[in-house]
């Protein structure tokens, strides 16, 4: 297989875990074999199982408040963009403390680029997360709609202990 293809299945595989060591805990959670439901039998050497949820050689890392962050290509959602330098700051941190109070867990990033000032939330590997997240800050906060979109990021934060 391709580098790419092993670290791209690994990152996956990090994100569906929500950053607890995956290392057979998705084994174990796709092998569950429930009154009801179907079952999957999963054939795989434990030298791979042992590989799940490692960090690649190289990858990116950075640590925070004591947490440890894989740094991977993914996505944000667009909350808010202006460039009117009198109130621009303002309502991107105004904005961001509606949005922290209703999704705490949402990781926000106001930044200024000049000249201007946005928010971005969320830190998601996949472009279907995103937009499931921008349709439910559409539902949440119907005045932002008309500025809410999804972008592609060079780098985001999956959260690995």
């Not at 950075?62 to 959602?77: A, F, I, K, S």
Request: no cysteine; hydrophobic share 40%.
């Amino acid at each position: 297989m391709k580098p790419q293809i092993i670290i791209s299945l690994f990152v996956m595989l990090l994100s569906v875990s929500g950053g607890i060591s995956a290392q057979s805990v998705i084994f174990d959670v796709l092998s569950n074999n429930s009154a009801g439901k179907g079952g999957v039998v999963i054939h795989q050497s434990n030298a791979v199982r042992r590989l799940v949820g490692m960090i690649p050689e190289g990858a990116k890392t950075e640590e925070e408040n004591g947490r440890r962050y894989l740094l991977v290509p993914g996505y944000r959602v667009q909350v808010f963009s202006g460039n009117n330098q009198r109130q621009a700051k303002d309502e991107a941190f105004a904005k961001e403390r509606q949005i922290k109070q209703l999704y705490p867990e949402m990781a926000t990033y106001v930044r200024y680029r000049s000249p201007f000032w946005s928010l971005r939330v969320g830190d998601f590997t996949s472009y279907e997360e995103a937009l499931n997240a921008k349709y439910n800050l559409d539902k949440s906060f119907p005045s932002f709609k008309h500025e809410i979109n999804v972008f592609k990021e060079e780098e985001v934060r999956i959260l690995l202990d």
